[in-house]
């Protein structure tokens, strides 16, 4: 269960609140900007796993899979863009399962609770985003409909700032928590 809730947490961090549109513009260009993405991927998994250099086997394979997925994802024909973000998300799921298959133990930091509640605050800019993706494929339907509109216009930039916030508050409650 730690090693799940270690690499889902980093999942959603770096997904969400740590991919801004920069790092999305350079993904979308090749695999200099995946190979970003990845690192910070590495990144907040290393400073959420315990001795994370005892653990560089998995953050390797950790990377492999999550760049693998990354590729593919931007090589999926198609105009609607939330059947990709969909399927993305589970991959990275089921990546992280196999992850966790292999090495149920891994060690994290803060404790099982207080990241349990980072994953579900995370969340919230996570469905925040789907939600702009969904609505930036319904505007190509719906040109004139205001809601779309709105949404397509607001959601995005409210799910970086809510992630942000997020990502703040839960660092805080874990310094405070080591106090």
């Known amino acids: ?10 999942h959603l961090i770096a997904d ?3 991919q801004t549109n920069r790092i999305f513009e350079l993904k979308a260009q090749g ?15 290393a400073v959420l796993i315990q001795n994370s250099y005892r ?4 953050l390797l394979l950790l990377g492999i899979m999550h760049f693998a997925i990354d590729w593919a994802k931007l090589r999926l024909p198609g105009r609607r863009q939330a059947p990709g973000f969909i399927l993305d998300q589970f991959a990275h799921v089921a990546s992280i ?3 966790v298959g292999l090495w149920p133990a891994v060690p994290a930091v803060m404790p099982l ?5 980072g994953i579900v605050m995370i969340l919230v800019p996570a469905t925040l985003m789907f939600l702009w993706v969904w609505a930036t494929d319904l505007q190509v339907d719906l040109p004139e409909n205001h ?14 700032r809510v992630g942000s916030v997020f990502v703040l508050a839960l660092l805080v409650t874990n ?3 080591l106090i």
Request: charged share 5%.
């Open 97 to 99: 399962l196999i992850l």
């Open 16 to 18: 969400f609140p740590l």
């Open 1 to 10: 269960m730690a090693t799940f809730t270690v690499l889902y947490l980093a």
């Open 147 to 160: 809601l779309v509109k709105w949404a397509c216009r607001s959601l995005l930039p409210l799910s970086q």
């Open 31 to 45: 695999n200099r900007g995946i190979l970003l993405h990845v690192g910070v991927h590495l990144l907040v998994a």
């Open 175 to 177: 310094i405070l928590y």
């Open 55 to 58: 653990y560089w086997y998995i």
């Open 113 to 117: 609770w207080l990241m349990w509640l």
